[in-house]
């Protein structure tokens, strides 16, 4: 197995669960709180290490509380941090509303001090980035920082996979740079214009990322799975039920880590998703986001359960 390297942002959850969110100017009483690890970046990493991969986590801390809660998340779920920390700044946080019904958030995040990562410090990585077996970032830092990194990447013929969240215009030429690209039905209708509410035309919208320049397309659809879109195959890899869902918002970034931890391991792209749908399926589970993350032998055991529906949905291109 070669190793993971993550370009992304550790950023501080402050998780409130109520019935139902506050209109402006009003004010509600919660049903809980809780302060937990958070950060697309940091999450994804923290899945992909505690299924056995090797990760470097390239990213920016201050010098704070929230940046000891990151190093020590790190540290539990096995995460190598190549991270620099600055006193004068601030580890980033995230407000994340929890409908209590329903699992389903809303989010606003400040990175703090990762928001100053430039394209010089990626360039500083380059030896790192050039060799490791697969690259992955998300949109939470500068988009000139990811795009660099993309580019050391792809020159150097590592895996690259980008996802693509929250949802930005991204620079001309940064989806070509995509081995993988992993977005949601949000994401994949902000980039291609197309709406995205089943999967016909989720396969639509696929295939248009494709004529953007994107390898393979992996849109993850919810209850529903994930779409994979390749030039030789269209699959939709149906959820994985693992018990009552608890929450969602970690889901994106368990299927993004066990999917970079497949793809690093050495398994097929379809059996890396599947991976990634495996753990996704765990995560909702339990609270949080980073916590929420399974470890291999949970993986493992519910892989051989069946997947939550009977779906069968293979294009052959």
């Known amino acids: 197995m070669g190793y993971i390297v993550d370009l992304g942002v550790f950023v501080a959850d402050t998780a409130y669960r109520a019935d139902r969110a506050p209109r402006m100017g009003e004010t509600i009483l919660g049903n809980s709180f809780a302060l937990g690890p958070g950060g697309k970046g940091s999450n994804q990493a923290v899945a992909a290490a505690r299924l056995g991969a090797d990760v470097r ?37 995230a407000y994340i509303f929890v409908e209590e019904a329903t699992g389903d958030n809303a989010i606003i995040i400040c990175p703090g001090v990762a928001a ?14 050039e060799g490791a077996s697969v690259f992955v970032t998300q949109l939470e830092q ?64 696929a295939a248009a990322l494709r004529g953007m320049g994107v390898g393979t397309a992996i849109l993850t659809l919810g209850a529903q799975g994930a779409l994979y879109h390749s030039g030789e195959a269209s699959e939709l890899v149906p959820a994985v039920d693992a018990g009552r ?23 097929t792209p379809l059996a890396a998703v599947r991976l990634g749908c495996v753990t996704a399926g765990i995560s909702v589970t339990r609270a949080g986001t980073a916590p929420s993350m399974p470890r291999l032998a949970e993986v493992e055991a519910l892989s051989k359960c069946p997947p939550r529906n ?7 291109l």
Not at 68 to 82: C, F, I, K, N, R
Not at 247 to 266: M, P, S, V, W, Y
């Open 57 to 93: 986590f390239l990213s920016k801390l201050g010098q704070d509380p929230f940046a000891d809660m990151a190093l020590a998340t790190w540290a539990e779920a096995g995460v190598t941090p190549v991270v620099e920390q600055i006193a004068e700044s601030y580890t980033g946080a």
């Open 310 to 316: 009977s779906l069968s949905d293979i294009s052959r």
């Open 245 to 267: 869902v608890v929450e969602t918002t970690g889901a994106g970034d368990a299927f993004n880590g066990g999917l970079c931890a497949g793809l690093a391991r050495g398994d």
């Open 116 to 129: 100053t990562i430039s394209a010089a410090d990626i360039e500083a990585q380059r030896a790192l980035i």
């Open 142 to 205: 500068p988009l000139d920082a990811a795009m660099r990194g993309l580019e050391i990447a792809r020159g150097a013929g590592v895996t690259t996979v980008l996802n693509p969240a929250p949802a930005a215009d991204l620079p001309p030429g940064m989806l070509a740079l995509c081995d993988y690209l992993t977005p949601n039905e949000t994401e994949a209708a902000e980039l291609t214009g197309l709406p995205v509410t089943s999967v016909a035309e989720a396969r639509a919208a």
